[in-house]
């Protein structure tokens, strides 16, 4: 995924899922831009896992605590579409926190100049290649890149990868099979 290098070329965190599908590249990637796992309950179980934390703290009343928004693909900012080969979004946060620690951004622009520390940048690409032999069929892959501003958000988010990784894993291939079956179901003539 060359393409996203230009958004993260240097990263310490990464994880990469694929799927196969008879749907055209084209096909693939609009079911990307329009996915929202809103339906899809073992998201919604994690999730709701993950925030946890930061409901009690926010219902305790405890410091600064803010019950969280569901978090999902509207936090993360487009940072672009490259024809029908790839799509690729981005997120500026210290995921490791019990709200995310979400930093707003406005556009493509500003994931591209933050730069201040304790935070980490996260971009989540998506890549089609059609494939001819054996059998015609495309594949979608899906990136995550994670890059720390420095070495305690390294270290922060080390510990928290170790954790969420087995179901961010699982999230992702319950992602790209609901993406599949869309794109299948909207182009339904593709061979394969």
């Not at 899809?40 to 703290?57: G, K, T």
């Amino acid at each position: 995924m060359a393409w996203i290098d230009e958004w993260l070329p240097q990263w310490q965190f990464d994880e990469v899922h694929h799927i196969r599908s008879r749907a055209s590249p084209a096909a693939l990637l609009d079911a990307t831009a329009a996915y929202d796992p809103a339906h899809d309950r073992v998201i919604n179980a994690a999730l709701s896992l993950r925030e946890a934390p930061a409901r009690l703290a926010a219902a305790l009343g405890l410091g600064n605590a803010v019950r969280p928004q569901r978090f999902g693909l509207a936090d993360f900012v487009l940072l672009g579409r490259h024809g029908d080969e790839a799509l690729a979004y981005g997120l500026v946060g210290r995921f490791w926190e019990p709200g995310y620690g979400l930093q707003p951004l406005a556009d493509a622009e500003a994931f591209r100049a933050y730069g201040e520390a304790d935070a980490a940048k996260l971009v989540l690409g998506f890549e089609v290649r059609r494939n001819e032999t054996p059998s015609p069929h495309t594949t979608l892959t899906t990136l995550t890149r994670v890059a720390c501003a420095d070495p305690a958000a390294r270290r922060r988010l080390a510990a928290y990868w170790t954790v969420i990784r087995p179901m961010s894993g699982l999230i992702r291939q319950r992602i790209l099979a609901d993406i599949r079956r869309a794109a299948e179901h909207a182009d339904p003539a593709e061979p394969g």
